[in-house]
């Protein structure tokens, strides 16, 4: 999308009163540039330029120029509060039922993006039932910057606590929203949008675990569809899992942050039993979901020639990837996926996050003790720790669920692979105990079949496991 052009100030000879709250800018002219909207999408004569429907496909470039100088105002509170006044949303209502050209409906939603960032005219017009409706019909659009601005513009209401439950209902109540989504999620490649409709489900689904419910036993039956006019004919009766897997792979790449929304969505349904059952008795049992989450661990994330400070950067996507990870190993040990001889590389990346924690906590003493005099300095140190320790927590309970499942001979296959040796099993130990003793004893029983002489040496490390011999 092309750089707005820059927004018009009052001149110095305009008269007193003209500017906009304390703005330069110039009621005059918004209430010109209102006026000429109004006309564009209710024209008094035949437009010569509007398509056979009656109605216009593209802007002319001068009122493109100007509508776009009041979507910049616009965020500015004066000015949004002026456009409130006016009657701007009722206007944009306007736009959407009657205009047939995507600029202007992506333009005309932006502004009320812009507009909804102030609580009062968020509450507004999340108030407004009829604007609400027509605004979740756009999820609906096919023209991919007006669905941005219609993300960006869900989001910024979900986000303001206020309104939220509005829009939460809003959207329960209509099933074509759902399809929408996923119909989005499945067959977009714009990473721009994918992120922020992510942003959207993550949202919802944290905000309300009664739309997420409903979302996972979506697809069962027919879809209802999206009824608006230029919305797909035909939608498949979607699934939420597998388009939550096909958007995540199409940001994988060129947004680590999308990708981390839609981890956290995958784990967020790991918090309910339908969500699990959802993952894992899809038509492949889970396979999809456990193949694109172990190669993002074990390829990807937190790699050997990374540096241990990197675990601080990837802390919050590790954290729901190892969650999904350690909900679909405990409910599906059956699966040919969850097979430990398949899994040694992922016990070793578990343990390699678990080292490079160890590094990070020790920098963390340090700049702690560096910056003692430093109020701000020791919250964000707090802060850290405290995402590392919950990344920690689902890392060792994933670990130790693990290690209890291998056999002699997946743990030979684990030492010639370099997965496993004394230090990195030092390691596993110092974190895992004493909270998953038995987890280790266990493991060490087996590694006593398999190497002697590394048990014998762990043994002496840690002397509280000699009890079995």
Known sequence: MDRNPSPPCSDAEEEEGDAVG????????????????????????????????????????????????????????????????????????????????????????????????????????????????????????????TLLETSRLLLTCLSQPEVANVWVERIRENPSVYDCVCFIMSSSTNVELLVKVGEVVDKLFDLDEELMLNWIKSGTCPSVGPSVDDSPEELPDFKIVPCILEAAKQVRSDNPEGLDVYMHILQLLTTVDEGIQAIVQAPDGGKETWSLLYELVCQELCQPDDPPIIVQEQKTVLASILSVLSAMFASQTEQEYTRMRKNMPLIGSLIRILQYMEGCGKRAVENSKESEQEETGRTDVNEEDFHLKILKDICCELLSNMLQELTKENTLEGLHQGHLNEQTCSCAFQNLLPLYSASVESFLEVLREADQTLADNLEKRFPSLKVHT
């Not at 959407?96 to 507004?124: H, W, Y």
């Not at 609906?140 to 910057?145: G, L, N, Q, Y």
Request: with cysteine; net charge negative.
């Open 22 to 145: 304390n703005t330069v800018y110039s009621k005059h002219w918004l209430f010109s540039v209102l006026t000429r909207l109004i006309e564009v999408i209710a024209p008094a004569e035949p437009d010569p330029g509007a398509s056979p429907e009656g109605a216009r496909t593209e802007l002319d470039e001068e009122m493109e120029n100007d509508i776009c100088k009041v979507w910049d105002m616009s965020m500015d509170e004066d000015v949004a509060l002026f456009l409130q006044e006016f009657n701007a949303p009722d206007i944009f209502m306007g736009v959407f039922a009657k205009s047939k050209c995507p600029r202007l409906t992506e333009i005309c939603v932006g502004i009320l993006g812009n507009m909804a960032c102030f609580q009062d005219i968020c509450m507004s017009i999340s108030k407004d039932e009829n604007l609400g409706q027509v605004l979740l019909q756009r999820l609906c659009d096919s023209d991919s910057p």
